[in-house]
Protein backbone atom coordinates (compact mmCIF):
# COMPACT_ATOMS: atom_id res chain seq x y z
CA UNK A 1 0.00 0.00 0.00
CA UNK A 2 1.41 3.81 -1.15
CA UNK A 3 0.40 6.65 1.15
CA UNK A 4 0.78 10.14 0.04
CA UNK A 5 3.82 11.54 2.33
CA UNK A 6 1.81 15.36 2.18
CA UNK A 7 3.84 18.08 2.70
CA UNK A 8 2.17 21.90 1.95
CA UNK A 9 5.18 22.90 -0.27
CA UNK A 10 5.50 20.08 -2.75
CA UNK A 11 3.88 20.29 -6.05
CA UNK A 12 1.96 17.10 -7.03
CA UNK A 13 1.30 15.56 -10.62
CA UNK A 14 -1.30 12.90 -11.71
CA UNK A 15 2.05 10.76 -11.47
CA UNK A 16 1.86 10.63 -7.96
CA UNK A 17 -1.57 10.27 -7.48
CA UNK A 18 -1.61 7.23 -9.60
CA UNK A 19 1.03 5.72 -7.31
CA UNK A 20 -1.29 5.97 -4.02
CA UNK A 21 -3.34 3.62 -3.34
CA UNK A 22 -4.14 4.25 0.58
CA UNK A 23 -7.97 3.68 0.37
CA UNK A 24 -8.39 7.29 0.99
CA UNK A 25 -9.70 9.57 -1.91
CA UNK A 26 -7.54 12.92 -2.47
CA UNK A 27 -7.69 15.35 -5.36
CA UNK A 28 -5.13 17.59 -6.75
CA UNK A 29 -5.36 21.22 -7.40
CA UNK A 30 -2.73 22.59 -9.35
CA UNK A 31 -0.07 20.52 -7.68
CA UNK A 32 -1.62 20.83 -4.21
CA UNK A 33 -3.37 18.09 -2.50
CA UNK A 34 -6.39 17.69 -0.82
CA UNK A 35 -7.61 15.34 1.10
CA UNK A 36 -11.67 14.51 0.41
CA UNK A 37 -13.94 14.13 3.45
CA UNK A 38 -15.64 10.96 4.10
CA UNK A 39 -18.69 9.81 2.43
CA UNK A 40 -21.50 12.62 1.98
CA UNK A 41 -24.56 12.45 3.78
CA UNK A 42 -27.32 10.47 3.02
CA UNK A 43 -29.43 13.02 1.03
CA UNK A 44 -26.42 13.96 -0.96
CA UNK A 45 -26.67 10.35 -1.97
CA UNK A 46 -29.50 10.22 -2.98
CA UNK A 47 -29.81 13.55 -4.94
CA UNK A 48 -26.42 12.56 -7.03
CA UNK A 49 -28.44 9.21 -7.94
CA UNK A 50 -31.55 10.89 -8.86
CA UNK A 51 -29.53 13.46 -11.07
CA UNK A 52 -27.62 10.79 -12.61
CA UNK A 53 -30.83 8.71 -13.46
CA UNK A 54 -32.61 11.40 -15.02
CA UNK A 55 -29.44 12.25 -17.15
CA UNK A 56 -28.88 8.61 -18.00
CA UNK A 57 -32.53 8.07 -18.68
CA UNK A 58 -31.95 10.11 -21.28
CA UNK A 59 -28.15 8.98 -23.02
CA UNK A 60 -29.40 5.16 -22.99
CA UNK A 61 -31.60 6.60 -26.16
CA UNK A 62 -29.09 8.56 -27.87
CA UNK A 63 -26.12 6.88 -26.83
CA UNK A 64 -23.69 9.48 -27.60
CA UNK A 65 -22.40 10.55 -24.52
CA UNK A 66 -22.23 8.15 -20.90
CA UNK A 67 -22.58 9.52 -17.64
CA UNK A 68 -20.89 8.44 -14.26
CA UNK A 69 -21.29 9.14 -10.88
CA UNK A 70 -18.77 9.51 -8.46
CA UNK A 71 -15.93 8.41 -7.71
CA UNK A 72 -14.17 8.87 -11.08
CA UNK A 73 -11.13 10.00 -11.90
CA UNK A 74 -11.31 13.51 -13.51
CA UNK A 75 -7.58 14.46 -15.49
CA UNK A 76 -8.21 17.91 -16.14
CA UNK A 77 -3.92 18.62 -16.74
CA UNK A 78 -0.41 17.00 -15.26
CA UNK A 79 -1.33 18.38 -12.16
CA UNK A 80 -4.59 18.60 -11.78
CA UNK A 81 -7.05 15.65 -10.76
CA UNK A 82 -10.64 16.25 -9.62
CA UNK A 83 -13.64 13.72 -8.39
CA UNK A 84 -16.50 15.83 -9.74
CA UNK A 85 -20.21 14.34 -8.14
CA UNK A 86 -21.31 13.34 -11.87
CA UNK A 87 -19.95 14.16 -15.26
CA UNK A 88 -21.17 13.44 -18.73
CA UNK A 89 -18.32 12.56 -21.49
CA UNK A 90 -19.81 12.70 -25.05
CA UNK A 91 -15.79 12.77 -26.45
CA UNK A 92 -15.28 8.40 -26.62
CA UNK A 93 -11.36 9.62 -26.80
CA UNK A 94 -11.79 11.23 -23.29
CA UNK A 95 -13.00 7.81 -21.48
CA UNK A 96 -9.94 5.96 -20.35
CA UNK A 97 -9.73 2.99 -17.90
CA UNK A 98 -8.47 5.34 -15.16
CA UNK A 99 -11.62 8.12 -15.41
CA UNK A 100 -11.73 10.71 -17.77
CA UNK A 101 -8.64 12.74 -19.67
CA UNK A 102 -9.34 15.72 -20.53
CA UNK A 103 -12.77 18.13 -19.61
CA UNK A 104 -15.99 16.77 -19.60
CA UNK A 105 -18.78 18.26 -21.09
CA UNK A 106 -20.83 18.59 -18.19
CA UNK A 107 -19.58 18.72 -14.52
CA UNK A 108 -22.53 18.65 -11.37
CA UNK A 109 -20.98 19.38 -7.95
CA UNK A 110 -23.51 18.84 -5.04
CA UNK A 111 -22.03 21.56 -1.92
CA UNK A 112 -21.47 19.44 1.34
CA UNK A 113 -20.80 22.13 3.81
CA UNK A 114 -16.75 21.30 3.61
CA UNK A 115 -17.00 21.62 -0.20
CA UNK A 116 -19.07 24.54 -0.98
CA UNK A 117 -16.59 26.97 -0.84
CA UNK A 118 -14.20 25.05 -3.00
CA UNK A 119 -16.99 24.14 -5.94
CA UNK A 120 -17.74 27.92 -6.23
CA UNK A 121 -14.55 29.28 -6.06
CA UNK A 122 -11.50 26.92 -6.94
CA UNK A 123 -13.17 24.33 -8.78
CA UNK A 124 -15.44 26.70 -10.84
CA UNK A 125 -12.46 28.52 -12.07
CA UNK A 126 -10.87 24.97 -12.90
CA UNK A 127 -13.81 23.81 -15.19
CA UNK A 128 -14.18 27.27 -16.64
CA UNK A 129 -10.18 26.84 -17.70
CA UNK A 130 -10.14 23.50 -18.49
CA UNK A 131 -12.94 23.94 -21.20
CA UNK A 132 -15.89 22.37 -19.45
CA UNK A 133 -19.17 23.05 -21.90
CA UNK A 134 -21.63 23.34 -18.88
CA UNK A 135 -21.29 23.56 -14.49
CA UNK A 136 -24.25 22.67 -12.56
CA UNK A 137 -23.87 23.51 -8.64
CA UNK A 138 -26.65 22.06 -7.07
CA UNK A 139 -27.65 22.97 -3.39
CA UNK A 140 -29.32 19.98 -1.16
CA UNK A 141 -30.60 22.18 1.33
CA UNK A 142 -31.92 24.97 -0.26
CA UNK A 143 -32.95 23.03 -3.38
CA UNK A 144 -31.65 24.72 -5.97
CA UNK A 145 -28.95 24.30 -8.81
CA UNK A 146 -27.60 26.94 -10.59
CA UNK A 147 -26.52 26.45 -14.24
CA UNK A 148 -23.47 27.58 -15.90
CA UNK A 149 -22.90 27.33 -19.88
CA UNK A 150 -19.59 28.16 -21.43
CA UNK A 151 -19.61 31.42 -24.02
CA UNK A 152 -16.50 32.36 -25.56
CA UNK A 153 -14.62 30.88 -22.89
CA UNK A 154 -16.12 31.86 -19.66
CA UNK A 155 -18.85 30.30 -17.61
CA UNK A 156 -22.14 32.57 -17.69
CA UNK A 157 -24.89 32.23 -15.32
CA UNK A 158 -27.75 30.42 -17.26
CA UNK A 159 -30.33 30.15 -14.43
CA UNK A 160 -30.93 29.15 -11.09
CA UNK A 161 -33.81 26.98 -10.49
CA UNK A 162 -35.62 25.80 -7.51
CA UNK A 163 -37.02 22.07 -7.29
CA UNK A 164 -40.36 23.19 -8.79
CA UNK A 165 -38.78 23.94 -12.43
CA UNK A 166 -37.44 21.66 -14.86
CA UNK A 167 -33.79 22.73 -16.09
CA UNK A 168 -32.41 22.13 -19.80
CA UNK A 169 -29.29 20.59 -20.08
CA UNK A 170 -27.69 23.09 -22.32
CA UNK A 171 -25.22 20.51 -23.95
CA UNK A 172 -28.28 18.69 -25.54
CA UNK A 173 -31.06 20.28 -27.20
CA UNK A 174 -33.81 18.11 -26.37
CA UNK A 175 -34.06 17.14 -23.08
CA UNK A 176 -35.24 18.81 -19.59
CA UNK A 177 -34.25 17.59 -16.15
CA UNK A 178 -37.69 17.74 -13.57
CA UNK A 179 -36.04 19.08 -10.74
CA UNK A 180 -38.99 17.57 -8.21
CA UNK A 181 -37.40 14.29 -9.18
CA UNK A 182 -33.86 15.02 -8.38
CA UNK A 183 -34.86 16.66 -4.58
CA UNK A 184 -36.79 13.91 -3.97
CA UNK A 185 -35.29 12.15 -1.02
CA UNK A 186 -38.40 11.00 1.09
CA UNK A 187 -37.52 13.25 3.38
CA UNK A 188 -33.76 11.58 4.50
Known sequence: MNSPQLTSNQHYTAADYLRWDDGQRYEILH???RAMSPAPSWTHQVIS??????????????KRCQVVYAPVDVFLSDDTVV????????????????GCVGAPDLVVEILSP?????????????????????YWIVNPEEQFVHV??????????????CAED???IGI???????????FETNNA
Do not use: H, M
Not at 50 to 60: A, G, P, T
Not at 83 to 92: A, M
Not at 172 to 182: G, H, P, T
Open 172 to 182: FEDVAIDLKNV
Open 83 to 98: QPDIIVVCDPQKIEKR
Open 148 to 161: FQRVDGKFLLNGAY
Open 166 to 168: SVK
Open 49 to 62: GNLEFEIKSYLRSQ
Open 31 to 33: GGV
Open 114 to 134: GTAKLDWNDKFKLYEAAGVRE
